[in-house]
């Protein structure tokens, strides 16, 4: 039995500056669009580093048939904690874990020894890890990540929030950082990676060209099968007027693939990561 209390979740990142986002958000209020853009089934993902987060999205997908799955959160830190939250969560359309690890003050956090036994058993589980890894350093631990743990499918969410913004001002040596590392981690065959949150990344005023060349680089080194469409919905509200807006001009980017592959970014790779029943 899940709560539904919104209001009882703490969003630590949610400050006076975000006040466009600071409401309560339901799949039902995206549904219309959805269904508008052909998107029968999304996967809901953690937002806070806390349970109460956790329990509103899987009450979410309780009432609304779209949701195929929850990533979810769980005290990675404590491996005895996290095991038992999953056990506790086992008939639940779970299907993965985040933390928000971008937020963290341990620049090594994803490095630590209790981490990697949550990992591991993830990885027993065959449950995802989706990680934000937004700065150079936790890039490099997401490639050391990969190696130590073979068996774990991670997902690297919003193309790890390429510098579009820095590329449209001219300054391609933060772009060339941002690609070289993007390759590397991509040569590890257990990480994929979504495309999305890409129109924040890009600024304000940004277009569709803006948005391509980090998903061209994306399919180059990637490929269709290792890459999957999301909306970051709703904190792309941020720099867009609607769902529908990200959604079309994101699914524009992918106008030089055939039908197989963009049905892989469009929902292909998800299904498969994910383990979806759809």
Not at 161 to 172: C, E, N, Q
Not at 203 to 230: C, K, N, Q, Y
Not at 241 to 261: C, F, I, K, N, P
Request: no cysteine; aromatic share 6%; net charge negative.
């Amino acid at each position: 039995m899940h709560v539904w209390n919104p209001e009882a979740v703490h969003y630590p990142w949610l400050t006076h500056d975000l006040t466009a986002i600071d409401r309560v958000f339901t799949v039902g209020d995206a549904a219309p669009e959805l269904r508008e853009q052909g998107v029968g089934h999304v996967v809901l993902v953690q937002a806070a580093d806390n349970r109460a987060d956790s329990e509103n999205m899987l009450n979410q997908a309780l009432g609304n048939p779209e949701v195929a799955g929850v990533v979810a959160w769980v005290p990675l830190v404590s491996p005895d904690d996290t095991a038992a939250q999953l056990d506790a969560w086992r008939s639940e359309p779970v299907v993965g874990v985040r933390h928000m690890v971008h937020l963290e003050t341990d620049p090594s956090w994803l490095l630590r020894d209790d981490v990697g036994k949550s990992l591991g058993l993830l990885a027993d589980r065959r449950m995802t890890f989706d990680v934000s890894a937004e700065t150079p350093t936790l890039l490099a631990h997401v490639t050391m990540l990969a190696e130590r743990h073979p068996d774990l499918t991670i997902v690297l969410d919003h193309l790890a929030k390429p510098p579009i913004a820095a590329l449209r001002s001219g300054h391609r040596a933060v772009w060339n950082l941002w690609a070289g590392m993007i390759a590397e981690i991509a040569q590890a065959p257990n990480v994929v990676a979504k495309v999305s949150g890409l129109n924040t990344a890009a600024g304000p005023g940004w277009t569709v060209d803006d948005l391509r060349p980090a998903v061209d680089h994306a399919l180059e080194v990637f490929g269709p099968s290792r890459l999957m469409i999301g909306s970051d919905w709703p904190l792309a509200l941020l720099a867009a007027r609607s769902y529908t807006e990200v959604w079309t001009a994101t699914r524009d980017t992918l106008g030089g693939l055939d039908e197989g592959e963009r049905a892989e970014v469009l929902g292909g790779t998800a299904t498969r990561v994910y383990g979806l029943a759809v």
